[in-house]
């Protein structure tokens, strides 16, 4: 199945893109999705233990299982304000 | 013309357009307002040392305002309060509001724990992100870990409206 | 056009005027604003159970210029920030605006106690008086004993505004 | 010497005036003064412990001692905001 992965800050910096449209299998986690990300981009394992993340604009936990068509964001520590 | 309570843009924020916003919503209760609280946040021409030139702002719109909703919802189960959020998006100068706040509330004390918890847990949750331009170089400002269900964080930003008591049980939800 | 710190008035308030000032004044120091707070005391519809009709507020004047500037150097030994207070004085219609207070500082923390300590000092001190006229009948609102040298309800104000530790000991003036 | 008293909210209303001049006998204080003021108007009375006092438009002690010409001010408690 097909998901957009969104890219944030630096992780958007270290990607090149804020958009990555992602093939990965059917049931696939978002933490699955994480792992596969930060094996391409290893300067992104810094966020190991920080990064939180949203599918479809809502707040989710790590351990979620994805849907096709799905939006999954990884979202840096923030700073708003 | 009504504007949206919670909002993310890349115009200039309207303080007296919040105001009246709240003013008005709370006028509609049974017992109307008798303090307005609003808190803006300003691009600081200093940070850690650091002389800013300008701010760019990064966020992703739809869980921004979802957040603002969310911290909307756990105010209204702890202060008798109408509130909105703007936020801005974009470029930045020093000087420049770059968050707006307004409560209105029945009491004061309300009002001021509930404007501080607001600007507290935007700071912990809110998918908003600085990328600062200071004197000699540039650097992505990160904070607060976005989990959104971290009662730890959650319980912080109640001390720190409420001032050093414990955050009393509230309903889930 | 600039406009005074410290007023009675019984025009409309502006409160964007207010925000306008201390965020130039802030502007002005070595670090700039990072938070402005504003308090907006609204006539409210309700008070002790009555239905309100109106308020009428007296005041004198100039003692009310002089409390207000009295409470800003008591500020100003607590919380470095720049602070205006305007307050209105004659017939206030439910809804109306009858103080505004805006604060900056560089920090929220110093902005958000300031704020709060200042509106508990003009209950304190300022020699200002509330006529509430309501549904049956009307009567003059009396609240503290105006001593402006009361040290007891200065270290309340203090507790408010910094919620629940103990005042600690400033330099006297 | 003649001082000038003001008085506000429900000293004003007890006493019919805003304003009233007053011969009080040289070095009076201003406790003289609402001593004077409340024989004379003993509904004052009640607020004989939460009076506050301020002399030329800034905060007085009670036991001050006045000048001819000054503006004396009877302060009940206040409810400003």
């Given at each position: 199945m097909r998901i957009n992965v969104r890219l944030f800050a630096r992780l958007r910096d270290i990607a090149g893109?804020?958009?990555v449209p992602t093939d990965v299998p059917d049931g696939a986690t978002v933490r699955a999705v994480?792992?596969?990300?930060?094996?391409?981009?290893?300067e992104m394992r810094v966020y190991q233990d920080s990064i939180s993340a949203a599918v479809n604009a809502d707040?989710?936990?790590?351990d979620a299982a994805l849907a096709d068509g799905d939006e999954v964001a990884f979202l840096p520590p923030v700073s708003g304000g | 013309m009504p504007?949206?309570?919670?909002?993310?843009?890349?115009?200039?924020?309207?303080l007296d357009a919040l105001v009246r916003t709240v003013s008005a919503e709370a006028a509609a209760g049974p017992i109307?307002?008798?303090?307005?609280?609003?808190?803006?946040?300003?691009?600081?021409?200093?940070?850690?040392?650091?002389?800013?030139l300008r701010l760019e702002y990064e966020g992703y719109e739809p869980?921004?305002?979802?957040a603002f909703e969310r911290i909307g919802e756990e105010v209204g189960r702890r202060w008798p309060c109408r509130l909105a959020v703007h936020h801005r998006l974009g470029t930045l100068q020093i000087g420049d509001a770059s968050v707006i706040i307004a409560v209105a509330s029945p009491h004061r004390?309300?009002?001021?724990?509930?404007?501080?918890?607001?600007?507290?847990?935007?700071?912990q949750i809110a998918p908003i992100w600085k990328h600062e331009f200071f004197e000699g170089g540039d650097v992505w400002i990160e904070g607060a870990s976005a989990d959104a269900n971290d009662e730890g964080a959650r319980d912080a930003a109640y001390r720190l409206a409420v001032g050093g008591s414990a955050a009393p049980a509230v309903p889930a939800g």
């Open positions: 893109a804020g958009e994480w792992d596969t990300l930060t094996g391409e981009f290893p707040y989710s936990r790590m | 504007i949206p309570s919670y909002a993310v843009t890349t115009e200039a924020l309207d109307g307002p008798g303090a307005v609280i609003t808190f803006v946040g300003v691009v600081r021409n200093e940070n850690a040392g650091r002389r800013v869980l921004a305002v979802r004390a309300d009002a001021f724990a509930a404007c501080r918890y607001v600007i507290e847990r935007i700071k």
